[in-house]
């Protein structure tokens, strides 16, 4: 693939990507406020606030455009050629560090879903941690934590060392001139003034700081989606009702598609960006590939919550039967005074 090509397919892919965010999550936000079921409580202003973070990111990156160089190192490099930002480093550097932030911030949002939905299907009243100020807590929590992603991101920026090593390879795999961009990473090895190669632990440490933080809320995913998991497996075969055993079964399927996309979408290509040239592995073939993944993550994160839901699904396909003259499907609501799953 010519490099021509590809940047024209970078371009296409980001804006189409930042146009479906825009779309799936405005729909998604326009159906929780006005098709969610009251007893989904303060789980609504969740949704919400979980998309609305996806917009951001997807706005962030859409501005910057990330490029990646792999080649024993993870730097991510913006190109600030005929750019408003390309007369002004600093501003660049920042922009460029928030998709740190906002990517963070995301991870942490996952993770903060997992935690409220284990807390509603175990009935325990610890929701009541999900209201009020606490609830304003769960909001700020995450940008604070990805805001120390950003300062980290920022503190990797350029230095005349790598502007000098990136130069020639950034020139033969994006044909980009390193005058022309901002960046942030860091090489894994180094070399001496003597011509020896050495660890660069310094600034891998940085790194390493940035893979723990987004790795304690992948924990989170996975201890509090086990959990619930076995909750719901168990609610699924043993509901006392037809209204249980349909709820249940719809925030099964919905846990199995949050679990999934953010591991496909977020965690393996940004895992695979650092681990790889850890062990001396060139993934340069499929930097359009993985580095595309996050970008589509903001536009497919709502899709299957808004088709899984009953009740969001019935709303969206009667906007599409009204324009083409079908009959329209009207929602089924059992009431059951007993299941509160989601009240706070």
Request: charged share 15%; glycine share 4%.
């Amino acid at each position: 693939m010519g490099l021509q090509t590809f940047s024209q397919i970078k371009n296409a892919i980001n804006l189409f990507a930042f146009i479906l965010a825009i779309i799936t999550n405005c729909v998604f936000i326009f159906l929780v406020i006005t098709k969610s079921p009251q007893k989904l409580g303060n789980y609504r202003h969740l949704m919400v606030y979980f998309s609305m973070v996806s917009i951001l990111l997807a706005f962030v990156d859409y501005l910057v455009q990330p490029y990646i160089i792999s080649e024993e190192s993870f730097i991510m490099i913006m190109d600030l050629k005929d750019s408003i930002f390309e007369n002004h480093p600093t501003t660049s550097l920042l922009l460029l560090a928030s998709i740190c932030e906002f990517f963070q911030a995301t991870v942490c949002t996952i993770s903060i879903n997992f935690i409220y939905r284990f807390f509603a299907l175990e009935r325990q009243g610890r929701l009541k941690y999900f209201s009020g100020k606490f609830l304003w807590l769960w909001m700020i929590v995450p940008f604070l934590i990805g805001g120390v992603s950003m300062a980290v991101c920022f503190s990797l920026g350029p230095t005349p060392y790598m502007t000098e090593q990136l130069r020639p390879e950034l020139k033969r795999v994006y044909d980009i001139d390193i005058d022309k961009t901002t960046y942030t990473g860091c090489f894994y090895w180094k070399i001496d003034e003597k011509g020896i190669k050495y660890f660069n632990f310094r600034e891998v440490v940085y790194i390493l700081i940035l893979n723990l933080i987004m790795g304690v809320p992948w924990i989170l995913v996975i201890v509090f989606g086990t959990k619930s998991y076995k909750i719901i497996k168990n609610l699924i075969h043993q509901g006392e009702s037809e209204y249980s055993r349909s709820l249940q079964t719809q925030l099964y399927k919905a846990l199995v598609a949050q679990t999934l996309i953010p591991i496909c979408f977020l965690f393996f290509p940004v895992a695979v960006y650092f681990i790889c040239p850890f062990i001396g592995l060139s993934i340069e073939w499929a930097n359009l590939v993985f580095g595309f993944f996050y970008t589509l993550y903001p536009a497919f994160d709502p899709i299957p919550i808004i088709f899984l839901v009953d009740d969001y699904r019935t709303t969206f396909l009667n906007f599409f039967r009204r324009i083409f003259s079908k009959n329209e499907v009207a929602p089924v609501t059992l009431y059951e005074p007993n299941m509160d799953s989601f009240s706070t």
